[in-house]
């Protein structure tokens, strides 16, 4: 789900390099059997559709009420592994990341499982700059997220590019410090600080194309 199907030999790599104990051949053959490749040589072919696919992550990862499903002690680390925020290790192809991240939002959104923010939150804390490796779709649905914690917030928007530097990323950009702005503006009491969040905010939503939003938001209470 997290890594999704790739060449034979890319996918033998990251399966062996997770020790997982049984041998990489056999697990590659296992998965093979429920989920067939699409093509001859590729391998570890995910889940469909992908919201099924998220909802099966999230039962393996540890942090949710349903006891009927036992979760799996190993999830923690394998989604650390595959959305490269491992340290020590190699990162994973910018693709990898990208699809890491955009399952990992999916399956956090509002109304769906809340424990998946909880880890997400903890892995962007360590490696905010996966964020923007992930992508504007990723940045998108991560401003929808709400186990976000402020910190964590203004840790990704801060490896987030400036107006007019990546194009991009707009969309995604404006999301993420309108998210942040939002809640700066509602825990400061400084009215200092809140103009200047906002000001911040007006450029991005201009970067972005977002006109209409960029005039409501520069005639918004500081």
Known sequence: M??????????WDTVAGLGLGTPTERI????????????????????YPDRLAEDFLALTIPGRALSAHPPAIWAP??????????????????????????V???????????????????????????????????????AQVDRSCTDTLAAVVATLPAPGHDGDLG??????????????????????????????LVEYVIDAGQDVMATEESRGDP
């Open 2 to 11: 997290l890594h999704g199907a790739t060449p034979y030999a890319e996918a």
């Open 28 to 47: 590659l053959k296992d998965h093979a059997v429920c989920y067939p490749a699409m093509f001859a040589d590729s391998a570890l072919e995910p889940l």
């Open 77 to 102: 680390r394998l989604v650390s592994v595959l959305s490269g925020a491992a340290e020590g290790r190699p990162a994973p192809p910018a693709s990898r990341i990208a699809r890491s991240m955009t």
């Open 104 to 142: 990992l939002t999916a399956a956090a959104a509002p109304g769906r499982w809340p424990h998946v923010g909880v880890i997400l939150d903890q892995i962007l804390t360590t490696s905010p700059h996966l964020a923007r490796t992930a992508g504007n779709d990723a940045l998108m649905a991560l």
């Open 171 to 200: 969309e995604g950009a404006a999301a993420m410090v309108r998210r942040l702005t939002l809640r700066l503006i509602r825990e400061s009491t400084d009215i200092s600080v809140r103009a200047a969040v906002r000001a911040e």
